[in-house]
């Protein structure tokens, strides 16, 4: 059998895997990507996923690096300002509303949201101008066996793969990581979270609103007009029985019960798209590499849709691994490299694990205890305009050795 040579395979063909394929590939590494599952680029496919993905402000350096920012900036939507609004009022009323405006941060916005399915769309679209990655959709992880310079990757098709690097961003059940033995904890809150898209009445002016009451966060993220009114992204994150009764409404009925939830802050919510629903969890594999293996993405942590913390760690793994392997090239998956990569990004993700866990179990609460001390710890927080700013920072990736820029 004849056995193909690449510097890296990645496993995984989401927007994280997508993402690691174009960046080495600029960085003029070969790489083969592959997934099981061919992604769906078309909003309209059934199986189309209709969640958006918000990157934050650091995250545009490592896109354009890649040659995919100038892909997907048509595409996306400013987030100016994030609103929290704590809604445990008399009959879900607003009790406190605060503003958290990038402009107090210097120029350019938060981020940018963007469509998943466009996303892979327009990273399918850029892999194919990379003459140096080869993109197998269709094709799995079977096994692999790891060797002192090298590592045989045998995939699904029965193809044996040679390569220096393999990289784990096949998700939360990671058939890499499992090969490389690597253990995983999980925190599992009994909440289901319905994503969808509304259009609404009051325009969305570029400002994320994240809503709490209990059950957990409701939150709409500005998306393009359409069909002329103004539109935004919504997960609404419930317990799991709740979650799944809100699904099977009527359509009627669950934008009358999405309004009611949203306190009304932008009118009446109109169903554009979905509702899908998801399992949410905290998760965090014991450590992010193995012999010839670096874990990133979902295969190595996965938290709450809270403060659209979740692939912007990613993009932040995949930063460390590609200024590592940019900056000698000859150690590309050597114990020395991944053992740096572990030490550099593994404390920083369990530390942001954890604190978006303690966030989602206060915003589950339902005690009015909670409830007050929620308000005034929003209110403390952006009292002082020190802790704001520091605050913003910590959320935009900053200070945590997280940047994905750097």
Request: with cysteine; aromatic share 8%.
């Given at each position: 059998m004849k056995r193909h040579q690449t510097d890296i395979v990645v496993a995984g063909g989401g927007v994280a895997g997508l993402t690691a394929a174009a960046t080495?590939?600029?960085?003029?590494?070969?790489v083969i990507c592959i997934d099981p599952a061919p992604p769906v680029t078309d909003g309209q496919d059934l199986l189309a996923d209709l969640r958006t993905t918000a990157f934050l402000q650091p995250a545009r350096d490592l896109l354009d690096s890649a040659g995919l920012w100038s892909r997907l900036a048509p595409e996306a939507t400013a987030l100016q300002v994030m609103r929290i609004v704590d809604a445990?009022?008399?009959?879900?009323?607003?009790?406190?509303?605060r503003d958290f405006d990038a402009a107090d941060l210097g120029d350019g916005p938060?981020?940018?949201?963007?469509?998943?399915?466009?996303?892979r769309r327009e990273m399918v679209a850029r892999l194919?101008?990379?003459?140096?990655?080869?993109?197998?959709?269709?094709?799995?992880?079977?096994?692999?066996?790891a060797r002192e310079k090298t590592a045989i990757v045998t995939l699904t098709d029965g193809t044996q793969v040679e390569a220096?690097?393999?990289?784990?961003?096949?998700?939360?059940?990671?058939?890499?990581?499992?090969?490389?033995?690597?253990?995983?904890?999980?925190?599992?809150?009994?909440?289901?979270?319905?994503?969808?898209?509304?259009?609404?009445?009051?325009?969305?002016?570029?400002?994320?609103?994240?809503?709490h009451q209990s059950g957990g966060p409701f939150t709409l993220v500005p998306l393009p007009d359409f069909n002329g009114q103004p539109c935004s992204a919504v997960v609404w994150m419930e317990t799991g029985a709740e979650a799944l009764r809100l699904a099977n409404l009527p359509k009627a009925e669950f934008e009358a019960a999405a309004t009611d939830r949203s306190a009304g802050l932008y009118g009446q919510l109109t169903l554009?798209?979905?509702?899908q629903v998801w399992p949410i969890i905290s998760q965090v594999a014991e450590r992010m590499d193995g012999p010839r293996v670096a874990i990133m993405a979902e295969a190595a942590h996965v938290v709450p849709p809270i403060g659209a913390q979740g692939l912007n760690m990613s993009l932040s793994d995949l930063a460390t691994l590609r200024d590592l392997a940019v900056a000698a090239p000859d150690?590309?998956?050597?114990?020395?490299?991944?053992?740096?990569?572990?030490?550099?990004?593994?404390?920083?993700?369990?530390?942001r694990v954890a604190g978006v866990d303690a966030l989602n179990r206060a915003s589950m609460a339902a005690s009015p205890m909670i409830h007050e001390l929620r308000v005034a710890g929003i209110k403390a927080l952006y009292g002082a305009a020190?802790?704001?700013?520091?605050?913003?920072?910590?959320?935009?990736?900053?200070?945590?050795?997280t940047g994905a820029g750097r």
């Open positions: 080495f590939g600029a960085a003029g590494f070969s445990s009022g008399a009959d879900g009323a607003p009790r406190v509303t938060f981020g940018w949201n963007l469509r998943n399915w466009v996303l194919a101008e990379l003459l140096c990655v080869d993109f197998r959709p269709g094709t799995g992880f079977k096994s692999m066996l220096r690097l393999v990289i784990a961003a096949d998700g939360r059940n990671s058939a890499v990581r499992s090969a490389a033995g690597i253990d995983v904890s999980t925190t599992r809150y009994g909440q289901k979270a319905l994503s969808f898209a509304v259009t609404h009445d009051a325009p969305h002016d570029n400002v994320s609103t994240e809503i554009v798209a979905g509702p150690d590309l998956g050597s114990r020395e490299m991944l053992a740096t990569y572990n030490r550099r990004r593994h404390t920083a993700v369990r530390l020190p802790v704001r700013h520091s605050l913003m920072r910590l959320g935009l990736g900053a200070g945590a050795g």
